[in-house]
């Protein structure tokens, strides 16, 4: 119990000390600490992470909600002097009080001891974090992106400050989503009738469905999806590259139509190319070899694997 009740003192008194530091102690007279960045949908305050992961600058970071480590850093000096003599030079009062008291000796341990401390400060704290409107462009541009990836294609982002604080802001992104565009119909263009067949066994298994909105990573999984499936179905040779999205124009609809187009297989030849009808690739036979030579293995394969 008095160990606990000693821990409880300790950072209460640590959290005192660290807390009650200025901490636009460092902010230049021009500049403005970077206090929090609030994102606002359609009106209302966002709490989803994913969305903030969108920000290219961050406040300092807090604990309780209070910026320990930048206080940590208010205590020391980035313009602490690097050598003794420039120590005694800025500092005549301090060091004659010592040297006349002490000696020159003990008056060197004080500034080594010193700067030892403010190292640590500077170390273990953080600098503030001076609001860009550079990075809050570029953080626009990020939601922007985001949200247009989501199916949002008419969003509008801006951002606005509050500096009702002096030396500090407030970072404020205003976000108009307007409507989601979504999925109104899906149709197929398959060149290769085995892809084709393949495809339609397998069709409610789609991660794309009618009334979904236009969420592009959703795109990429049913990618993925189809690579997988018809590799699984002997399709070796197939390129996920070929494998294309289209729809008509961002102006029309809100509803899109989709087409999923695959061509044949492209094959190179030399500085020309051709298309190549897709085939289900089958084992002709099967030879277990106990006792083998990779070389003949590799003739044997490609014997009996046509490719």
């Not at 690097?82 to 120590?87: G, L, R, T, V």
């Not at 974090?129 to 969003?155: H, I, N, P, R």
């Not at 996920?240 to 999205?245: K, L, V």
Request: glycine share 4%.
């Amino acid at each position: 119990m008095p160990q606990t009740y000693t821990k409880i003192v300790f950072f209460v008194f640590f959290l005192t000390v660290f807390t009650s530091c200025n901490t636009t102690k460092y902010v230049p007279d021009e500049e403005r600490l970077l206090r929090t960045n609030t994102v606002m949908i359609d009106g209302e305050k966002s709490n989803e992470s994913e969305v903030y992961g969108y920000i290219v600058q961050r406040p300092n970071s807090s604990v309780l909600g209070i910026p320990l480590k930048l206080n940590i850093y208010n205590y020391g000096d980035p313009e602490f002097e690097d050598s003794y003599d420039k120590w005694v030079l800025n500092h005549p009062k301090s060091s004659a009080f010592f040297t006349d008291y002490f000696s020159e000796k003990q008056t060197r341990v004080v500034y080594n001891t010193s700067k030892g401390f403010n190292e640590w400060y500077l170390k273990k704290g953080q600098p503030p974090v001076l609001f860009s409107e550079v990075k809050a462009g570029k953080t626009v541009k990020s939601l922007q992106d985001y949200f247009f990836t989501q199916g949002y294609f008419d969003v509008d982002v801006s951002y606005e400050l509050d500096t009702s604080k002096a030396k500090e802001t407030e970072a404020v992104y205003q976000v108009s989503t307007n409507k989601r565009y979504k999925i109104d119909s899906i149709f197929t263009n398959i060149a290769s009738p085995v892809l084709d067949s393949i495809y339609e066994k397998h069709k409610k298994e789609s991660l794309l469905k009618e009334g979904d909105p236009f969420v592009f990573k959703n795109f990429e999984k049913e990618k993925d999806r189809l690579t997988m499936l018809f590799k699984n179905s002997g399709i070796y040779h197939f390129n996920p590259s070929s494998i294309g999205y289209w729809t008509d124009s961002l102006d029309l609809p809100k509803d899109k139509f989709i087409t999923l187009k695959i061509p044949e297989r492209v094959v190179s030849a030399g500085d020309s190319a051709y298309f190549k009808p897709y085939r289900v690739q089958r084992f002709n036979d099967v030879r277990v070899y106990i006792d083998f030579d990779t070389k003949k293995i590799k003739e044997t394969a490609q014997r009996f694997f046509k490719f």
